[in-house]
């Protein structure tokens, strides 16, 4: 991709979710909802704060982040789907986390 966000804004591709439901039931297009989950591409630079000097966002490329239903400006790159926002838009960052396994007495 050949694009960089200005300022705090943030490119996010969406994570579409699974089709079928944990019953089985298939999801048809029409009902879905757009997924408000999705991973950072690319970041901008920073905002500047009030004494001049450039604020780095927390959020980096590869990051998996929730953001809100309305969040951002929908944009067409490179024949892609994305989003376009600030990243006060950005509601948190979704850790890795490696499942526990229980041990057997």
Known sequence: MKFRPLHDRVVVRRIDEDEKTAGGI???DTAKEKPQE???????PGARGESGELVALDVKAGDRVLFGKWSGTEVKIDG?????????????????????KKETA
């Open 26 to 28: 298939i999801i048809p």
């Open 38 to 44: 999705g991973e950072v591409l690319a970041v901008g």
């Open 80 to 100: 892609e789907d994305l989003i376009i926002m600030k990243e006060s838009d950005i509601l948190g960052v979704l850790e890795a986390t490696k499942a526990k």
